[in-house]
């Protein structure tokens, strides 16, 4: 089936140090994008990338980091220099800019810093 | 800096009546409009959505209403049945960007009693 996968679901860390969250998608998008949500709050868009090789900070990016080498793939690396990194973390991805759809998500990771 | 917002946070509807959730921008360059569902601990689904060309959209049970002048928007369940008691998520896009470029309200918590 086509989706979008994001593993871990759960993942804990100690302060100090950097986590990989990954995402991978079969939709063939060409674009992808990385959202954070609070509790009591919307989501924020964290990093985003249309193209492989390109990527763009979103809204809040300070912390965080990404890599986009394969069309299927966009992990977000939460840095030590994130000072509140305790969040449930979204990954979407979309069609081309031109093409009248909307953003499907994957399930989520909820991040946890101990 | 709020763009969209949801100003109720929690909705509460007897099954089978009409459900209304509000939300408010204020970005003259937002041109198209989504409404998501989030279960709790899951990504949000795509509901329904509308271009700032029309002020109305339907699909099954859900319509989409949107007010330009007073930059408002609405989506109406009807009837609302006891499955549709998510968190629902408003949010725009600006046009020329990327279609997953999304800025969201806070959500509303919907609560559809049997």
């Known amino acids: 089936d086509g989706g979008i996968t994001q593993s871990p679901k759960y993942l804990f860390r100690k302060e100090g140090q950097n986590v990989t969250l990954s995402c991978e998608q079969n939709?063939?998008?060409?674009?992808m994008y990385w959202y954070r949500q609070d509790p009591g709050q919307g989501l924020r868009l964290i990093y985003y990338?249309?193209?492989?090789?390109?990527?763009q900070k979103g809204d809040i990016a300070e912390g965080y980091s990404v890599s986009r080498e394969k069309k299927e793939s966009f992990p977000l690396t939460v840095t030590s220099a994130q000072k509140n990194p305790t969040a449930f973390y979204l990954c979407?991805?979309?069609?081309?800019?031109?093409?009248?759809?909307?953003?499907?998500f994957g399930q989520g990771t909820r991040l946890t810093v101990v | 800096d709020q763009q969209v917002k949801q100003n109720s946070p929690s909705l509460s509807v007897q099954e089978g009546r009409i459900s209304i959730l509000n939300c408010d921008y204020t970005?003259?360059?937002?041109?198209?409009f989504l409404w998501y569902k989030k279960y709790p601990a899951e990504g949000p689904t795509f509901l329904i959505s509308?271009?700032?060309?029309?002020d109305k959209n339907e699909d099954g049970r859900f319509t989409v209403f949107l007010n330009k002048s007073a930059k408002h928007l609405s989506l109406h369940i009807v009837p609302s049945q006891p499955g549709d008691s998510a968190v629902y998520f408003c949010?725009?896009?600006?046009?020329?960007?990327?279609?997953?470029?999304?800025?969201f309200g806070q959500g509303t918590i919907l609560t559809v009693h049997p």
């Open positions: 979407a991805s979309s069609a081309f800019i031109h093409l009248n759809t909307e953003a499907f």
């Open positions: 939709l063939n998008h060409d674009a």
């Open positions: 990338s249309q193209i492989v090789n390109d990527f």
């Open positions: 970005n003259s360059m937002f041109d198209y």
């Open positions: 509308i271009s700032s060309i029309k």
């Open positions: 949010a725009a896009r600006a046009g020329g960007t990327s279609y997953g470029k999304l800025t």
